[in-house]
């Protein structure tokens, strides 16, 4: 028989989470830990918006998974996931190998939801990952470099679809950014325009009122135009067009507007709602003992308000943590402890200086919640990678 | 009547020179001087290869025309010539303005010489200016950003028609940059080419065939690919089509295979040869003891091998000094000096710590040709602003 195989897709916060408390807790020769993830690093999600729009450098949101893993311990697998068979009890990777396992751990993240939204997928960017940031920065810094060679606005405006959470915080990231490439690239600040486009009747649907007038007006200040109540109908390569016929014309279109998780889960058989499995109080795929899912692709319903909670990167850490724990009380046939989420507060930021949250029931504003947002970054960090983690990567 | 008007078109090594030297000479009240360019600074022609690559800050590589002039004793108005009319001694600007002279100075420079090669004037880049080298940098960058989203290798295909000096010296700069963008991208390296085209047979096609030797045995060994003796046949936006039927696919073309003077000097009805006017050894143009031409619209010929003299700011930044004195002579009823090029030698960089070079009849390879660029550099830095200048903007 061997010892116990247990397989995690994905080193998001979920997976490498999950990893990073295995290889805490497991004895010596109790289980092999396999690790499969399309990168070397494990990069912070949460971060990307200021990647893409310049103002960090994207090497500062990954980190060597082999920083965060002892590879003794932990065997990885550098490879890309392209189906699950849980009868078979096998994962086969892009290269053509399977892997078998005894013990499951999806966590292979989001992918946009674009609701059918006609172009989207084919003429917007998204910031999904650390080869999609470098993508969008440099975009718009070519843009930019064209403009005065080709004099076309287009090149200058920006249009973000979705102003959830990361759309707010892009669009903040991007005031930051403009100034410094006008200056770069000798181009007049009063041609460059950023548009902020939801189709719900406000931005940050689900916060506070406060907060979120709050941050419209600071982020109307900085240059913002939004557009709100207003979906987009279409997106083409010359831009986009408002459900309400307005069309802005725009070489950068952003998709921001919402995930679902990813494919493959839905594609393995498992009942999904928007890609995502809601799975019991122990993180188990209804009807499977041995598969379990985190992050992004796991839905867990808050009571109190008889919503999902929102995918975040806080939720998906304690996932990982608990769901360790879990594994090895599994194969010690011990007793099992029931995953509950336990909400820090959020707090979201409006660019340099700027932002807004909550923590518990208390709302903060402006300096404050800017320092408490990068209290709450190196407390990911830390959940993470420990220390010496926060020392390499912490934003001060 | 009042005082003479002297107009300078153009701010490049001629044009700037001569104000520079007016400035000098010229007594309080003797003249009037009028500088004409399209921006509000001077850039280093001979240097764009580098930001152009991306190994040097494009504001390196210029520097604020009121930190050559004194402004006020040269006039200076930020716009782009359209035309000149030399019988109505007038020259006329894009936003419709007029200006009078009683002496023109055309220092328009250059545009590519593209020999009838379909495609290339719409689908390569040109190292021309601080926006045009901006552009190319930004646009490499952002096809290597692409290359982990597309794996296509004709992002990370770079092809230069010309192997001249600029083409030369340009990908040089790439074998140091392209290194830096792997790493920055997460590109392998050995899926990335260069490839210099030449249609002469040799590179640097007037070069001590030593040279040339050193100068391809160093740029092979650093990953370019030569392909000699073969023209480009055309360029579309899949790359380029070769003499002998090869086609090399690639989404960043720059030619640097030539250049001819400002279409606007021949539209005046100037007599041109590749745009350029064989100016006198007054540097007049022919017929006009009033307009003179300097830098690479004017042609000289080199009794010697009877040919023209290479188009370079050596000799534009002589025939400002000369002109400028001249122009004086000319005002005062003085006698005029003959305008006669002094050939100080000349170095091409293959990179960093790599050059050949030709001073007097010295040749001179690796360490001491790089450094023997950096002086000359900077000389030129030197005779354009002075020691200034040479603080601001000097190589180390």
Redesign the interface.
Known sequence: MGIPKILILGAGYGGLMTAVRLEKILNYNEAEVTLVNKHEYHYFTTWLHEPAAGTKDPDKCRVGLDQILDMNKTQFIKGTVTSIDKEAQKVTLENGEDLSYDYLVIGLGSEPETFGIEGLRNHAFSISN???V??I???I??N???Y??EKSSDLVTIVVGGAGFTGVEFVGELTDRIPELCK???VDPSVVKIYSVEAAPTVLPGFDPELVNYAMEVLTRKGVTFKINTPIKECTPEGVVLADGEAIKSNTVVWTGGVRGNAIIEQAGFETMRGRVKVDEFLHAPGHDNVFVVGDGALIINEEINRPYPPTAQIAIQQGNNLGDNIVATIRGAKLTPFKPSLKGTVASLGKGEAIGLVGSKKIFGTTAAIMKKVVDNRSLFLIGGLSLVMKKAKL
């Open positions: 650390i080869n999609a470098r993508e920065r440099e975009h810094e070519y930019f470099a064209r005065n060679q770069e690239f000798d």
